[in-house]
């Protein structure tokens, strides 16, 4: 997983930067931008900058994704 790829990331709204969330096996989960309060999905390593598929974050911590969760 590169994370210097995520680092390079803003948000694509405000252009601020972003905080990586992590699931319960410290992998990177979502992208989160504290200021709008967005959290943009990791798919496969891979961020959806997409603001369409960003979610609300109301709550610090990052709900479990149920998406793509797929067998090795
Ligand atoms: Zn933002």
Same mark, same amino acid.
């Given at each position: 997983?590169?994370? +210097?790829?995520?680092?390079?990331?803003?948000? =694509?709204?405000?252009?601020?930067?972003?905080?990586?969330? $992590?699931?319960?096996? /410290? +992998?990177? @989960?979502?992208?989160?931008?504290? /200021?709008? $309060?967005? /959290?943009?999905?990791? $798919?496969?390593?891979?961020?959806?900058?997409?603001?369409?598929? #960003? +979610?609300?974050?109301?709550?610090? #911590? /990052? $709900?479990?994704? *149920? *998406?793509? +969760? @797929? =067998? #090795?």
């Amino acid at each position: 997983m590169d994370h +210097r790829l995520i680092e390079l990331l803003v948000c =694509p709204v405000c252009k601020g930067p972003l905080e990586m969330l $992590r699931d319960e096996d /410290a +992998r990177p @989960a979502e992208l989160a931008c504290p /200021a709008d $309060r967005l /959290a943009f999905p990791i $798919r496969d390593g891979i961020p959806v900058m997409l603001e369409t598929e #960003a +979610r609300n974050v109301d709550a610090p #911590a /990052a $709900r479990e994704s *149920s *998406s793509t +969760r @797929a =067998p #090795a």
